[in-house]
């Protein structure tokens, strides 16, 4: 059974950096693209990130040299390390993205999220 | 950057209704575009992919169809488990822009 479980959501000022962490279980961690995508309170979701099983790594414009998306495959962990802002607060999720075929690339399995919240 | 939008942002029905909600995008995208299902406090589940491919394990009440930019989900017969908020999202380029949904309630 594929598990996904996201932490290290916490209380951080803006500025300040947080490391979030996503351990994955029940697939072959190394072959599959990881993602973040975040939910503002009440909002939305919005892609954030993702990296290749190969390393590539991409980041929406809004979080673009403020965030670092990475792996550990020994460790079937990927992490997100932010320098927040205030319109960084909201649940984040990790997703596997599989794709084979063209058109069929999709996020397929979700975490249950980790809470961030930024103030002062 | 490829932005998604949906209709209606909202709609009321009751069970056993026909629900058609309706995802475009801002430039073509072939069948790239899948949809998730989120029920409150819960994360994302995935439903359909490429346009119109239904996850295993969906139920077939759900199907989706389009291509190029404009995109349908539809319900075929509402069910109480299925009242939620539905996201369209486009998987062919990055960044991976996501609609921004349509919340089913009961009438």
């Known amino acids: 059974e594929v598990q996904l479980l996201e932490s290290g959501g916490a209380l951080v000022q803006p500025g300040g950096s947080l490391r979030l962490s996503c351990a994955a279980s029940g697939f072959t961690f190394s072959s599959y693209a990881m993602s973040w995508v975040r939910q503002a309170p009440g909002k939305g979701l919005e892609w954030v990130s993702i990296?290749?099983?190969?390393?590539?790594a991409y980041y929406a414009d809004s979080v673009k040299g403020r965030f670092t998306i990475s792996r550990d495959d020994s460790k079937n962990t990927l992490y997100l390390l932010m320098i927040s802002l205030p319109e960084d607060a909201a649940v984040y999720y990790c997703?596997?993205?599989?794709?084979?075929?063209?058109?069929?690339?999709?996020?397929?399995?979700w975490g249950q999220g980790t809470l961030v919240t930024v103030s002062s | 950057d490829i932005q998604m939008t949906q209709s209606p942002s909202s709609l009321s029905a009751s069970v056993g209704d026909r629900v058609t909600i309706t995802c475009r995008a801002s430039q073509s995208i072939s069948n790239y575009l899948n949809w998730y299902q989120q029920k409150p406090g819960k994360a994302p589940q995935f439903l359909i992919y490429?346009?119109?491919s239904l996850q295993s394990g969906v139920p077939s009440r759900f199907s989706g169809s389009g291509s190029g930019a404009d995109f349908t989900l539809t319900i075929s017969s509402l069910q109480p488990e299925d009242f939620a908020t539905y996201y369209c999202q486009q998987s062919y380029s990055t960044p991976f822009t996501f609609g921004p949904g349509t919340k089913v309630d009961i009438k």
């Open positions: 997703a596997r993205y599989t794709y084979s075929n063209s058109p069929n690339r999709y996020f397929d399995y």
């Open positions: 990296i290749s099983s190969g390393g590539n």
């Open positions: 490429a346009a119109s």
